[in-house]
């Protein structure tokens, strides 16, 4: 059975930092592209950044440009998401998402197989 477990949300004041994690099970991780995703009340869930299976290709939403940075260690099945000059925008649930293959290309939600159950983010001002 597949396992997806995100950890590191939280409340952080606006400028603040935090570093989500996502871990999983029950699946070959580095044959996996992922990604993070986000989504607040009555909006679709948008990207925020992936990473292909061989961790050669990364994109981020424009919203995010340069103040996350994602990363993956296959050796501990793990995904990272650091997060800088957090504002009271970047406030969401985080998902952590697999694409079994997934070279981070079009990351629509409906291309990912599995999900985490999120990891709240709260900025506050």
């Known amino acids: 059975q597949v396992q997806v477990v995100e950890s590191g949300g939280g409340l952080v004041q606006a400028g603040g930092s935090l570093r989500l994690s996502c871990t999983a099970s029950?699946?070959?991780?580095?044959?996996?592209?992922w990604a993070w995703f986000r989504q607040t009340p009555g909006s679709e869930r948008e990207v925020v950044s992936c990473?292909?299976?061989?961790?050669?290709?990364?994109i981020y939403g424009d919203s995010v440009k340069g103040r996350v940075t994602i990363s993956r260690d296959n050796a501990k099945n793990s995904l990272y998401l650091e997060m800088n000059n957090l504002t009271l925008e970047d406030t969401a649930m985080y998902y952590c998402?697999?694409?079994?293959?997934?070279?981070?290309?079009?990351?629509?939600?409906?291309?990912?197989?599995?999900w985490g159950q999120g990891t709240q983010v709260t900025v506050s001002s």
């Open positions: 029950g699946l070959t991780f580095d044959q996996y592209g």
């Open positions: 990473i292909g299976w061989d961790g050669d290709r990364t």
């Open positions: 998402a697999a694409q079994h293959g997934g070279a981070c290309y079009n990351p629509y939600p409906h291309k990912y197989q599995y």
